[in-house]
């Protein structure tokens, strides 16, 4: 079963920006959908964006026009770019193929001056 490692999280400011790696630990160029999900502190997770393995991306109102998701299946990595972070953007980032499977550690992302 492949697991991810997250990573690229961090402290900035309003307005700035990110680029979060999800590291897996097979190929992932058979798998269909990846997903990026979120969990601020006392809510629910939550998800970000998808791709699917022809390229096709959905992501929620939330982020929509700020966040960009992409996947290098040759180094079997997806990427989160965040442009423009707000504090409420401020959350612990996954990823992950399916939300039933085990969730990694994910990676903090504090959005704040």
């Known amino acids: 079963q492949v697991q991810f490692v997250e990573s690229g999280g961090g402290l900035v400011q309003p307005g700035g920006s990110l680029r979060l790696s999800c590291a897996a630990s097979?190929?992932?160029?058979?798998?269909?959908?990846m997903g990026w999900y979120r969990q601020a502190p006392g809510k629910q997770r939550e998800l970000v964006a998808t791709i699917t393995s022809g390229g096709s991306t959905y992501y929620s109102d939330s982020v929509k026009g700020r966040f960009t998701i992409s996947r290098d299946n040759a180094k079997n990595t997806v990427y989160l770019r965040m442009i423009s972070l707000k504090p409420e953007d401020t959350a612990v980032y996954y990823c992950?193929?399916?939300?039933?499977?085990?969730w990694g550690k994910g990676t903090l992302v504090t959005v704040s001056s």
């Open positions: 992950n193929d399916n939300p039933i499977k085990p």
């Open positions: 097979g190929s992932i160029f058979n798998i269909p959908t």
